[in-house]
């Protein structure tokens, strides 16, 4: 699983039927202290997050085990939306 900041959306007209009616985000993955690491996701999300959220997201074969994404060609998913993140100093 990864962290990350939806920064916008996907729209596609034309896509796979198995995708239709799942919305696609745009999310920027961070570390956990909040940074951008310079990557981008594609993801599909399965709980309403909004623009600018914190969220978690499943990739690979993870990303098609939820009841929405079971069995469509996906390969990130947006499993939840983060309240806070604690990290221990050590």
């Known amino acids: 699983m990864k962290l990350g900041k939806v920064v916008g959306t996907v729209v596609a007209t034309r896509k796979d039927p198995r995708l239709e009616g799942l919305k696609e985000l745009v999310v920027a993955t961070i570390t956990p202290e909040g940074k951008f690491d310079g990557n981008y996701e594609v993801a599909v999300d399965t709980v309403s997050a909004g623009y600018r959220e ?5 990739t690979g074969s993870s990303a ?27």
């Open 64 to 90: 098609r085990m939820t009841s929405k994404t079971e069995n469509a060609p996906v390969d990130a998913t947006i499993v939840g939306i983060v309240d806070s993140i604690t990290l221990d100093e050590k």
């Open 54 to 58: 914190i969220v978690i997201i499943c």
